[in-house]
């Protein structure tokens, strides 16, 4: 039976068993979820992030919830995975690079400084590689092997498997599809111009419709009004939808990818992206020939802190290879 301490935390059960803790760091939310070995969620909860705040404040909100959780269930933590926003360093646990909406993330240190919170080993994977492994456990993907992942939230970001296996490439950065250019003439929260998010965020949404109504409304209030019939709002995710299935179809050339996974909040929209992304997959396919299934996440809300928790439990029981 839930239950729900009023704290942003709800949970499922007491135990006295060690639990396996997984996060997800994001601009807006930090959210968690306490699992058993064989990967049940015990308990789970969200708080606010505090990206203006600087990286300590955000280690505190996250390890703050974690040890409120375990709490609640009465058990004791035996390690934890985090899905964190920006580029990350995997082997040190250290945020490499991130956007203008988060304030001294870039080099922060998050892995020590989390593990020295919750006394507990910690592992931090980006939080698109951890969206992704959460599908290909749980969600959508379950039983493919060539998988590109899209979240569609504050900014957009990518993960990429290959042969069942997170890709990481040289720098830990395969997959950021975000910032690729060559989809507008806006600039990006990165400061660059012209890359996938300026047209398919929730961001970049509300801020484009802002511009051509003059409108403060949010990207779920924007979604409404194009199920209205609004024609202002349905461009906007009629352009998103576009941009996001034209870098599908050229990663798909690249890799030669068998479906694409779109989560984030943005993702709630799916009914106003899919036709465009449909259409587009129909005048712009990827040149091998061979269809495209670009579908949204099963688990999208819980996605990158599932993934984060089922890195962690392969970590704990011994040397892995990159995905679980």
Same mark, same amino acid.
């Given at each position: 039976?839930?239950?729900?301490?009023?704290?942003?935390?709800?949970?499922?059960?007491?135990?006295?068993?060690?639990?396996?803790?997984?996060?997800?760091?994001?601009?807006?939310?930090?959210?968690?979820?306490?699992?058993?070995?064989?990967?049940?969620?015990?308990?789970?909860?969200?708080?606010?992030?505090?990206?203006?705040? &600087?990286? $300590?404040?955000?280690?505190?909100?996250?390890?703050?919830?974690?040890?409120?959780?375990? &709490?609640?269930?009465?058990?004791?933590?035996?390690?934890?995975?985090?899905?964190?926003?920006?580029?990350?360093?995997?082997?040190?646990?250290?945020?490499?690079?991130?956007?203008?909406? %988060?304030?001294?993330?870039?080099?922060? $240190?998050?892995?020590?400084?989390?593990?020295?919170?919750? &006394?507990? $080993?910690?592992?931090?994977?980006?939080?698109?590689?951890?969206?992704?492994?959460?599908?290909?456990?749980?969600?959508?993907?379950?039983?493919?092997?060539?998988?590109?992942?899209?979240?569609?939230?504050?900014?957009?970001?990518?993960?990429?498997?290959?042969?069942?296996?997170?890709?990481?490439?040289?720098?830990?950065?395969?997959?950021?599809?975000?910032?690729?250019?060559?989809?507008?003439?806006?600039?990006?929260?990165?400061?660059?111009?012209?890359?996938?998010?300026?047209?398919?965020?929730?961001?970049?949404?509300?801020?484009?419709?802002?511009?051509?109504?003059?409108?403060?409304?949010?990207?779920?209030?924007?979604?409404?009004?194009?199920?209205?019939?609004?024609?202002?709002?349905?461009?906007?995710? /009629?352009?998103?939808?576009?941009?996001?299935?034209?870098?599908?179809?050229?990663?798909?050339?690249?890799?030669?990818?068998?479906?694409?996974?779109?989560?984030?909040?943005?993702?709630?929209?799916?009914?106003?992206?899919? $036709?465009?992304?449909?259409?587009?997959?129909? /005048?712009?396919?990827?040149?091998?020939? %061979?269809?495209?299934?670009?579908?949204?996440?099963?688990?999208?809300?819980?996605?990158?802190?599932?993934?984060?928790?089922?890195?962690?439990?392969?970590?704990?029981?011994?040397?892995?290879?990159?995905?679980?």
């Amino acid at each position: 039976m839930t239950q729900d301490d009023g704290s942003g935390a709800a949970t499922h059960r007491q135990t006295s068993a060690p639990v396996i803790a997984g996060i997800d760091i994001g601009g807006t939310k930090i959210s968690a979820v306490l699992a058993d070995e064989g990967g049940a969620v015990l308990a789970k909860g969200v708080v606010p992030a505090p990206a203006a705040e &600087g990286g $300590p404040a955000m280690a505190d909100a996250a390890a703050d919830l974690v040890l409120r959780l375990c &709490g609640a269930l009465d058990a004791s933590l035996a390690g934890a995975g985090v899905g964190a926003a920006g580029v990350i360093d995997q082997e040190r646990g250290v945020v490499v690079a991130a956007s203008a909406t %988060f304030t001294d993330w870039s080099g922060f $240190p998050l892995a020590d400084e989390l593990e020295g919170r919750l &006394g507990a $080993p910690v592992w931090v994977e980006n939080d698109v590689n951890a969206f992704l492994l959460g599908e290909l456990r749980w969600g959508a993907a379950r039983g493919e092997s060539d998988v590109l992942g899209i979240m569609l939230g504050t900014g957009v970001g990518g993960a990429i498997a290959l042969d069942g296996a997170l890709h990481h490439g040289v720098h830990g950065a395969a997959g950021e599809i975000g910032h690729t250019p060559g989809f507008s003439d806006l600039v990006c929260t990165c400061g660059q111009t012209g890359h996938l998010e300026t047209l398919a965020s929730g961001t970049s949404i509300a801020r484009r419709y802002r511009a051509a109504t003059g409108s403060d409304a949010t990207a779920p209030e924007i979604a409404d009004r194009a199920r209205a019939g609004e024609t202002a709002a349905i461009d906007v995710f /009629t352009d998103a939808a576009r941009a996001t299935a034209l870098a599908a179809s050229v990663a798909s050339s690249l890799l030669d990818l068998g479906m694409v996974v779109i989560g984030g909040g943005v993702r709630e929209a799916w009914d106003l992206l899919e $036709p465009g992304i449909l259409e587009t997959l129909r /005048t712009d396919a990827p040149v091998s020939g %061979f269809p495209l299934r670009i579908v949204p996440a099963e688990i999208s809300a819980d996605a990158v802190a599932r993934g984060a928790a089922a890195l962690a439990s392969a970590r704990l029981a011994g040397p892995v290879p990159a995905t679980v």
